[in-house]
């Protein structure tokens, strides 16, 4: 299956329902929708996987949630919004409202004009099939009391995903192509927002490329050595020491 000159929100998740099938549906079955959500027995179905082909090679997951699930979903995104949104860096752009690259650019052309001219770039390998639900869960928990929605994102982060017929679990990642994975995924990155902004350095993200603008070369192999350990050791994702490179 392929997205190629199709809308991602008319794609059938694998249970078949259209967009106007689950608007009839929500009519007659929003009561029983939100007992099941209240009374933590509502269990997602699975995604529809789909690799679409990189333009430099290679494929990107994309997983392909019900209707139901994305209505579900996009209400617990907004809800982790509102939450989440206050305490995030302003040197963070991508996957949030009224930030877009050009800010970002401004923002790291500030810091070169500061003198801080030397670069680590961070590359995050495969990040978003990456994420360790683990400690996505826990961080989760540090700021969300109701053992309900932390359930609920559990088992969204869980539920298998269907390719070429066949129905595989999940054991890590966040589902790219799901309205959940962009809120996830940058509340896993500010964990390493933070930790730069404790050590007082200057960085610039947009969605998960990263950079850190130093003064000296020096600083700059020396910061890249000790951030990538706390991100494969704290953070338990994998950096790319290919494409990262402290410059």
Same mark, same amino acid.
């Given at each position: ?7 991602? /929100? ?34 997602? *179905? ?21 209707? &139901? ?5 996009? $209400?617990?995104?907004? $809800?982790?919004?509102?939450? /989440? ?23 790291? =052309?500030?810091?070169? $004009? ?24 826990? !961080? !989760? ?16 982060? %869980? ?34 927002? &933070?930790? *730069? ?7 610039? %993200?947009? =969605? ?34 290919? &494409?990262?490179?402290?410059?």
């Amino acid at each position: 299956m392929s997205l190629r000159g199709t809308s991602y /929100y008319v794609v059938k998740g694998i249970d078949g329902m259209t967009l106007m099938q689950l608007r009839e549906w929500f009519n007659h079955n929003w009561q029983e929708l939100q007992s099941s959500l209240l009374d933590g027995s509502y269990t997602p *179905l699975g995604v529809r996987g789909v690799r679409i082909r990189k333009p430099k090679g290679g494929y990107r997951q994309i997983c392909i949630p019900t209707f &139901k699930d994305r209505l579900i979903q996009q $209400a617990t995104s907004q $809800a982790l919004s509102r939450r /989440y949104e206050p305490i995030f860096s302003t040197n963070s752009y991508g996957f949030r409202s009224r930030c877009i690259a050009h800010q970002a650019l401004l923002q790291a =052309a500030e810091y070169v $004009a500061e003198g801080y001219n030397h670069v680590v770039d961070l590359d995050l390998e495969k990040f978003f099939d990456k994420v360790d639900h683990d400690h996505l869960m826990w !961080l !989760l928990g540090t700021r969300i009391g109701d053992s309900r929605v932390l359930s609920l994102i559990g088992k969204f982060l %869980r539920c298998g995903i269907m390719q070429d017929g066949l129905i595989s679990q999940r054991l890590q990642g966040t589902a790219q192509g799901s309205p959940l994975s962009p809120i996830l995924s940058y509340i896993v990155l500010d964990e390493l927002d &933070k930790e *730069l902004e404790v050590r007082g350095h200057r960085l610039v %993200r947009y =969605a998960d490329d990263q950079i850190i603008l130093v003064r000296s070369e020096e600083a700059a192999n020396r910061v890249h050595k000790s951030i990538t350990d706390f991100i494969e050791n704290r953070m338990l994702l994998k950096v790319n020491r290919v &494409k990262s490179l402290p410059g």
